[in-house]
């Protein structure tokens, strides 16, 4: 089974903006679609954006304009770039197949404050 782990979070000013990776310990071109999740303090994880293999990109109201994945087949790795980076954005962050599987990681901590 895929693993992924997930680096780039950090410690941000409003207004700022980090790029999150996502390494998968084997290949993910067969992966259909890859996602991002992230789960703030006393809420549920919630879907930010997916990314099927050659297709659009699909993204949550609340991170749309402001955010953007990608994925990179040959370096079996997904990436979310942060923008415009909001308090409300404060949050650990995953990445997993979309629709999800249980093997999630560790996620990455992303803070938004001034």
């Known amino acids: 089974q895929v693993q992924f782990v997930e680096s780039g979070g950090g410690l941000v000013q409003p207004g700022g903006s980090l790029r999150l990776s996502c390494a998968a310990s084997g290949s993910i071109r067969s992966i259909y679609a890859m996602g991002w999740y992230r789960q703030a303090p006393g809420k549920q994880r919630a879907l930010v954006a997916h990314l099927p293999s050659g297709g659009s990109p699909n993204y949550a109201d609340s991170v749309k304009g402001r955010f953007t994945i990608s994925r990179d087949n040959a370096k079996n790795t997904v990436y979310l770039q942060m923008n415009s980076l909001k308090p409300e954005d404060t949050a650990v962050h995953y990445c997993?197949?979309?629709?999800?599987?249980?093997?999630w990681g560790q996620g990455t901590q992303v803070t938004v404050s001034s």
């Open positions: 997993n197949r979309e629709p999800p599987n249980n093997y």
